[in-house]
T-cell receptor, first 110, second 114 residues
Framework: SQTIHQWPATLVQPVGSPLSLECTVE??????LYWYRQAAGRGLQLLFY??????ISSEVPQNLSASRPQDRQFILSSKKLLLSDSGFYLC?????????FGQGTRLTVV | KQEVTQIPAALSVPEGENLVLNCSFT??????LQWFRQDPGKGLTSLLL?????REQTSGRLNASLDKSSGRSTLYIAASQPGDSATYLC?????????????FGQGTTLQVKP
């Protein structure tokens, strides 16, 4: 079965600082990968998805970017964080028809 | 535009009760519907997946139903236990997109009291 690793688990960053969140998967090859954000009081929102190396699609305009340098690695980045970037970031993959999620990264921008 | 709504937002029941969580969606053209459990500060754990052609799925004390025509899904939890306390999320995979995108409800936070 597949495993999704996310790190760090928690992160506190000042406004204007850069960001790099990493997601790696095991137990599957050529997965579709996703970044979701769960903001306080709001549901999960899809930010980016990737169907392969170097292939990134953005769902919503924002201050963040994503990259997929390797088949099983998906990175969420920002050059300058905003307060509104605070939230719980979840990496996911779809295997067959079912979606699976990592344990998430809690980002607080101060 | 697909919207997913979950009612109630919060629910508190005594241990042993059977309970039903509701999920409604506005566009019946879904590919499938998935129920998740989320413990505080944790990721999502997949509970049940119902394909659009199916009526229900069962796993242990959990039973999920799907009625596409009415735009509704329910998650039935039998003989609830304190360990069932968590937030339950439903998500619809929209048919019009081949991205695998899920549209989530806001969740129902369940507390089962011993």
């Amino acid at each position: 079965s597949q495993t999704i690793h996310q790190w760090p688990a928690t992160l506190v960053q000042p406004v204007g600082s850069p960001l790099s969140l990493e997601c790696t998967v095991e137990g599957t090859s050529n997965p579709n990968l996703y970044w979701y954000r769960q903001a306080a009081g709001r549901g999960l929102q899809l930010l980016f998805y990737s169907v392969g190396i170097g292939q990134i699609s953005s769902e919503v305009p924002q201050n963040l970017s994503a990259s997929r340098p390797q088949d099983r690695q998906f990175i969420l980045s920002s050059k300058k964080l905003l307060l509104s970037d605070s939230g719980f970031y979840l990496c996911a993959l779809v295997r067959g028809d079912e979606a699976f999620f990592g344990q998430g990264t809690r980002l607080t921008v101060v | 535009k697909q919207e997913v709504t979950q009612i109630p937002a919060a629910l508190s029941v005594p241990e042993g009760e059977n309970l039903v969580l509701n999920c409604s969606f506005t566009d019946s053209a879904i590919y499938n519907l998935q129920w998740f459990r989320q413990d505080p500060g944790k990721g999502l754990t997949s509970l049940l997946l119902i394909q659009s052609s199916q009526r229900e799925q069962t796993s242990g004390r959990l039973n999920a139903s799907l009625d596409k025509s009415s735009g509704r899904s329910t998650l039935y939890i039998a003989a609830s236990q304190p360990g069932d306390s968590a937030t339950y999320l439903c998500a619809a995979r929209i048919k019009s997109s081949n991205t695998g995108k899920l549209i989530f409800g806001q969740g129902t936070t369940l507390q089962v009291k011993p």
